[in-house]
């Protein structure tokens, strides 16, 4: 009986554990390994350019939907080929364009335009009216026209899995708020995901005489932060050079951080 009141004991905190403990938010940092790349540390913005075109990531969102912007620097029209651009993660080519029908479906608001905003992390359009739902089979654009002077936004590929999540094996610990945090550094040889953006350009809607941009990343740091920590501090950990996701409710996403789920009968204190 005393054995038993024991592992009910244990059970109980256990469970206590896990339906109470601290929850977690893995933020990617992300470095580029491009020579032609700059880095905005006042914004926190990978960038590339020439004379012709501007191009700046944007990383910040849960899941780490890519986000560009294109700068036409011209006095001229600026031409991008989709089907000649590509993301290649991890040696994998992921295509922007393909020769086919895609359904697009989603709530819109009326086409009253308010506002656009650039912000350091990201890019948004503001609408204002009535919200509607609407579908509609279309052909995606393979060349882009972008006229002189304007810049052109675009979203694309998520850059992590909504299933996966990294356990950090050689990790670090430091404080964040007064509150514990995990982190690991990585290189261009040890990082989890390297991906490349590759992009094709021309000043002829013909794509005559085409040009091209080749800039690669790499996660280069992997933190853990609690998730009410990164909630209540968001707007100062937000940073465009970054992307996060939740971690599973009662993970720290460290090695050897399992809870004990299964009391054994060989425990040593109760034999």
């Not at 009253?112 to 350091?120: R, Y």
């Not at 050079?241 to 399992?258: A, E, H, Q, R, V």
């Amino acid at each position: 009986m005393h054995l038993t009141n024991h592992r009910f004991i244990l059970f109980f905190f256990t469970t206590l554990m896990f339906l109470t403990g601290c929850n977690y938010v893995q933020i990617m940092h992300i470095n580029t390994y491009s020579n032609n790349s700059i880095f905005e540390k006042s914004a926190n913005i990978h960038k590339v350019e020439n004379d012709s075109l501007s191009i700046r990531f944007f990383f910040w969102s849960d899941g780490g939907l890519l986000q560009t912007a294109f700068e036409n620097k011209l006095s001229k029209p600026l031409y991008l080929d989709w089907k000649k651009s590509s993301l290649i993660v991890n040696d994998i080519k992921l295509n922007f364009w393909e020769d086919q029908l895609e359904l697009y479906k989603s709530d819109y608001y009326n086409n009253f335009l308010v506002s656009t905003k650039q912000d350091a992390s990201s890019i948004g359009i503001t609408y204002a009216g009535t919200t509607y739902s609407f579908s509609k089979t279309f052909k995606p654009e393979r060349i882009t026209f972008i006229p002189p002077k304007s810049i052109f936004p675009k979203a694309s590929f998520k850059l992590w899995s909504p299933d996966t999540y990294m356990i950090l094996s050689n990790y670090k610990k430091d404080i964040i708020y007064n509150k514990n945090y995990y982190y690991e550094d990585f290189t261009t040889d040890n990082t989890p995901s390297r991906f490349r953006f590759f992009s094709t350009y021309s000043l002829t809607e013909g794509i005559t005489n085409e040009k091209y941009f080749d800039v690669g990343f790499y996660i280069s740091r992997i933190e853990n932060i609690p998730t009410k920590i990164f909630k209540k501090h968001f707007n100062e950990i937000k940073a465009a050079n970054k992307f996060y996701f939740y971690l599973p409710k009662g993970t720290k996403g460290i090695k050897g951080s399992s809870l004990p789920y299964k009391i054994y009968d060989d425990d040593p204190i109760y034999n």
